[in-house]
């Protein structure tokens, strides 16, 4: 099984920026879909990144594109969230998750919670004035 830290998390002003990581071990890292989720006070967990790190190929939920870039670096087995103009409604604690693709190589549907079976403890990302 997968095993998942993240760090990074902090407490910032809006408009400010913070570079989030996942660290990957117990899994061949370049075979992984990784995603990252997130989950507001009182609120349901949701996908906000992924990425394939066999392709590189990476998708963004409606509200992050173009601020949150998701990316992987192989020689570290890390994959790295980088998040800009961070607004008040990104105040969340943010998980790593991951599960192998398919026997293709597919990573789809990317924001499928329950298709992941390997998760991080989690680290928190507050954004207030």
């Known amino acids: 099984q997968v095993h998942l830290v993240e760090s990074g998390g902090d407490s910032l002003q809006p408009g400010g920026s913070l570079r989030l990581s996942c660290a990957v071990s117990g899994f061949t890292f370049n075979r992984l879909c990784l995603a990252w989720f997130r989950q507001p006070p009182g609120k349901e967990r949701e996908g906000v990144a992924a990425i394939s790190t066999s392709s590189g190929s990476s998708h963004y939920v409606a509200s992050v594109e173009n601020r949150f870039t998701i990316s992987r670096h192989i020689a570290e087995n890390t994959v790295i969230l980088e998040m800009n103009s961070l607004k008040p409604d990104d105040t969340a604690m943010y998980y790593c998750?991951?599960?192998?693709?398919?026997?293709?190589?597919?990573?789809?549907?990317?924001?499928?919670?329950?298709?992941?079976?390997?998760w991080g403890q989690g680290t928190q990302v507050i954004v207030s004035s």
């Open positions: 998750a991951g599960r192998p693709p398919n026997s293709v190589g597919y990573c789809g549907p990317v924001f499928d919670r329950a298709s992941y079976n390997s």
